[in-house]
């Protein structure tokens, strides 16, 4: 293993990002107590994986089951990714992992819109039938 000399003579074995997290905190300086306070501290953001996962489900049943599944689905995601964002807003300092909740918000918003494009469709196709 190597060893990496900070400007306050300690010595830290240099860790790759595969390690555990615990090796990576005991690599953080004894004066840095606050920033591993805060990284022990964070959780993961609530309703960010639901968002994210309801986004991305709506954009594909938008295209099934005539477009309706879809739009219901975005618009429980953009709920989510809006109760999730925030939380983070309100605490920014205590969650980690906005991104979920940002791309959450943005597929929830492709598959509403895909949602009622497929209805309008299917609408269309259904009255110009004879």
Known sequence: MEFIKHNHDEYDPKLSNREAPEKQLAAINKTD???????????????????????????F???????ITGV???IIGLNNAKQ??????????QYTG???????????????????LMSLLYAAVLTTEK
Do not use: D, H
């Not at 999730?84 to 300092?93: F, G, K, R, T, Y």
């Not at 906005?98 to 009622?116: M, P, Y």
């Open 98 to 116: 906005i991104s979920n909740a940002n791309t959450g918000k943005t597929t929830s918003v492709i598959g509403i819109i895909f949602g009622i």
């Open 61 to 67: 049943t938008a295209f099934c089951c005539f477009g």
């Open 72 to 74: 219901i689905l975005g």
């Open 84 to 93: 999730a964002i925030a939380l983070q807003e309100a605490n920014p300092q």
């Open 33 to 59: 107590e606050k920033e591993r306070e805060t990284y022990l501290r964070k959780e993961k953001l609530p309703y960010s994986r639901a968002a994210l996962i309801l986004g991305i489900s709506s954009i």
